[in-house]
């Protein structure tokens, strides 16, 4: 299994970058509400199946929505295929981690029987998102709806996804690039409440020792579970403690020295992120409205207008 690697995230600093414009697009809730209004119980009965069946898929399935905004706008661009002419997002080293895909592949697939040609994937995926959410016991909110899908997705530019060894000032600027405020890099940061990275992703802060800010017990068991010489291409660690259950112990892990990236640590070592990290860690419910919005306000990042309604995800029309 591949892994993210340090290098391409550093090449992003040499880059230029992408700039995903931000778009107040028409979108609204009752979008399908005469057109497919079964789309969101047919999403809601296949991710709940599939999450059952392997408790893995609801931190994958949020990770896929913030990575497909990410780059190119939730436009669906990460759910493409690489072709003999083109190698697409899902093939970018930040991906190659990105798992079940088939699970929106087939809420699609039911959701074309239902109502042909009507609900578009990117729309499938920010209700994914919503709902793994809402299942791991996370808030609940209303998804606006009436995404196109795009019809270019390029694994190079993945690179400007944020890497894990940012600092606070890179986080925040390449948030704001897409229109998200330092609160919303805060609390979106939160959703790695769910979930579980491979040690290529933190090895280096762990092993070089120069990071003051790990709790040495934490930094232990992680130098534990991923040795310098890591033989183990599938090793790595739990976000959280309660990885399967969304809550506010992110935060709580965050002030304790126990955050997994370092980019997750960076948000308790600046000011301008600190006070909002202990605000979180203080109040569930405070942390749960704001993840709703900020979900809501990703949703938005660079929705485009004259895209297309793919048939299939992880096929362009
Ligand atoms: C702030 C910048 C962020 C960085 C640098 C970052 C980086 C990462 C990395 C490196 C992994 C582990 C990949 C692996 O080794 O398998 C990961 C996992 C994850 N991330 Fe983030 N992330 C960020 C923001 C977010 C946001 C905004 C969300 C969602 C709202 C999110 C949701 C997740 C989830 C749920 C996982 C676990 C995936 C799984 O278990 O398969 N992340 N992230």
């Not at 202990?278 to 306000?297: G, P, R």
């Amino acid at each position: 299994m591949a892994v993210i690697s340090i290098s391409p995230f550093a090449a992003a600093f040499v880059l230029v970058l992408t700039v995903v414009p931000f778009t107040e697009a028409a979108l609204s809730a009752d979008y399908y509400h005469q057109t497919c209004p079964q789309a969101e119980t047919i999403i809601y009965q296949t991710v709940r199946n599939a999450s059952i069946y392997d408790p893995k898929v609801p931190a994958r399935l949020l990770r896929m929505f913030f990575h497909d905004c990410f780059i190119r706008g939730c436009d669906a661009s990460l759910l493409l295929d690489s072709t003999t002419k083109n190698k697409a997002e899902k093939d970018g080293p930040p991906n190659i981690s990105v798992r079940s895909f088939y699970v929106i592949d087939d809420a699609k697939t039911k959701i074309e029987k239902a109502c042909p040609h009507t609900v578009s994937c990117a729309d499938v995926l920010a209700i994914a998102a919503r709902d793994v959410v809402a299942m791991s016991q996370g808030p609940w909110w209303p998804v606006l709806k009436g995404r196109k899908d795009g019809r270019v997705s390029k694994a190079n530019e993945t690179i400007n996804l944020p890497s894990p060894f940012s600092n606070a000032t890179t986080l925040i600027q390449s948030f704001a690039k897409r229109g998200l405020d330092v609160k919303d890099l805060v609390t979106l940061s939160g959703g790695h409440t769910l979930g579980f990275s491979h040690c290529s992703s933190f090895s280096a802060r762990i092993h070089n020792a120069s990071d003051p800010s790990i709790n040495s017990e934490f930094a232990m068991n992680l130098k534990k579970k991923c040795p310098l010489k890591n033989k183990d291409r599938n090793a790595g660690e739990f976000l959280d403690s309660t990885s399967s259950k969304f809550d506010n112990d992110y935060y709580k892990n965050i002030i304790a020295g126990k955050g997994v990236f370092g980019s997750d640590q960076a948000l308790y070592k600046d000011t301008r992120t600190k006070s909002i990290v202990d605000s979180f860690a203080k109040d569930e419910k405070l942390f749960f409205k704001e993840f709703a919005a900020s979900m809501v306000k990703l949703g938005n990042v660079g929705v485009i207008e004259d895209g297309e309604i793919r048939v299939k995800c992880s096929v362009v029309n």
